[in-house]
T-cell receptor, first 113, second 114 residues
Framework: AQSVTQLGSHVSVSEGALVLLRCNYS??????LFWYVQYPNQGLQLLLK??????LVKGINDFEAEFKKSETSFHLTKPSAHMSDAAEYFC???????????FGAGTILRVKS | DADVTQTPRNRITKTGKRIMLECSQT?????MYWYRQDPGLGLRLIYY???????NKGEISDGYSVSRQAQAKFSLSLESAIPNQTALYFC?????????????FGPGTRLTVT
């Protein structure tokens, strides 16, 4: 069954620094992968999704992720962190029929001033 | 107005009580989902519904039941709440895309069972 693993439950960066949040998927190649973000006291919203059309995916707020089959990874990056990026980030993969999502455990991003 | 709303936003209840969490959506989507979020575990699927007559168990359905009253409404019930059901609960909707569709989440209900 498809699954995703997020390495690092907490990541702390300084404002202006590179953000790197890690996600690895299970060995069978998924047709889709998602990154969602949860800001404090809010629901999740879609940051970006991989749909096999391109390996480098750009999302909202200057986030992007690169699908690497050789590494079974779909890491999320942002060149320069902003205080407003502080949130919890989830990698997810749809499984079976019906767009049911399996989520990683989440990574809490802290941005220091 | 928000596309996916949940009521209540916060609830404290006692062990053994019955409680219902409600979800409404204005997106016109047929598919609706209930997830629970626990720290360090991400979100896990409780139940999902493809339309009013199609309801399915998810990964962790024990202790929960659901009702799809209309296309726009999907309720989650805890028949006899227990402390380990303390969690953040999210409702979500999606369009008809089989796997690539975006899911739209409500703001969540924080449930505490004492």
């Amino acid at each position: 069954a498809q699954s995703v693993t997020q390495l690092g439950s907490h990541v702390s960066v300084s404002e202006g620094a590179l953000v790197l949040l890690r996600c690895n998927y299970s060995s069978s190649v998924p047709p889709y992968l998602f990154w969602y973000v949860q800001y404090p006291n809010q629901g999740l919203q879609l940051l970006l999704k991989y749909t096999s059309a391109a390996t480098l995916v750009k999302g909202i707020n200057d986030f992007e992720a690169e699908f690497k089959k050789s590494e079974t990874s779909f890491h999320l990056t942002k060149p320069s962190a902003h205080m407003s990026d502080a949130a919890e980030y989830f990698c997810a993969v749809p499984v079976e029929y019906g767009n049911k999502l399996v989520f990683g455990a989440g990574t809490i991003l802290r941005v220091k001033s | 107005d928000a596309d996916v709303t949940q009521t209540p936003r916060n609830r404290i209840t006692k062990t053994g009580k019955r409680i219902m969490l409600e979800c409404s959506q204005t997106k016109g989507h047929d598919r609706m989902y209930w997830y629970r979020q626990d720290p360090g575990l991400g979100l896990r699927l409780i139940y999902y519904s493809f339309d009013v007559k199609d309801i399915n168990k998810g990964e962790i359905s024990d202790g929960y039941s659901v009702s799809r009253q209309a296309q726009a409404k999907f309720s989650l019930s805890l028949e006899s709440a227990i402390p380990n059901q303390t969690a953040l609960y999210f409702c979500a909707t999606s369009d008809g895309a089989d796997r690539g569709g975006e899911q739209y989440f409500g703001p969540g209900t924080r449930l505490t069972v004492t």
